[in-house]
């Protein structure tokens, strides 16, 4: 089947599937759920995206996830997903990956602890194949974006940490040398400079070795 549309084929997918763990432990996979899962998979193929692994959602899945470090995490789940999604939270607490969940599930209540939880695309009854790609570009698309405002948000925090050190280092060079706040700026940047470290850093070590003294 020839792949439609501009997918990456270097986006790595895992899918998540609550009826697989039932099915490995003697259960049976709802119907309806079966339709959803091959309606996916036929979505994905046709898109021409990398289906890496279908895991089952059971207490293994953080360790799974973490060794195939998949690109994008899709949960197909006909019912209540939270369970399911506290465990790839834990799986992508230190590298966030985007999350499309395809569900029948459309309480409030569901799709807000979702949102909570980080997922970029809540989708109810809505799991068709020709609908597969236009989901996860726009989830894509939303996940960039946010990790984007996170970044510039961050180093915004940083900035003003670094500023809050430098201050407090050059009230230090200025209290000990009696000099101007300019001088001390002036004296600092010297300093960075002759030691070939960032403003920051060089305010850092002076405040420790002042903490150090007493």
Sequence with gaps: MKPQGSASPHLRIVVVNPAQAAAGSGGEA????????????????????????????????PQRIAQLQPDL???????????????????????????????????????????????????????????????????????????????????????????KLVDRAKGLVMARYRLTEEQAYQRLRSMAMNKNMKLAEIAQRLIDVEDLLG
Excluded: C, N, W
């Design 30 to 61: 709802p119907a309806g759920q079966a339709l959803r899962s091959a309606a996916l998979r036929i979505g994905l193929l046709e898109s021409g995206y990398d289906l890496v692994a279908s895991l089952p959602a059971d207490v293994f899945l």
């Design 73 to 163: 995490i899709i949960v197909d789940s006909e019912s209540d997903a939270r369970d399911i999604l506290e465990h790839i939270v834990i799986a992508t607490r230190d590298e966030r990956r985007p999350i499309v969940l395809f569900t029948e599930d459309d309480a409030p209540a569901s799709m807000d602890a979702a949102l909570e939880a980080g997922v970029s695309a809540y989708i109810v009854a809505g799991l068709h194949p020709g609908r597969v790609k236009p989901v996860l570009d726009v989830a894509l698309a939303r996940f960039r974006r946010e990790r984007k405002l996170l970044d510039e948000l961050e180093g915004t925090r940083q900035k003003l940490a670094e500023r």
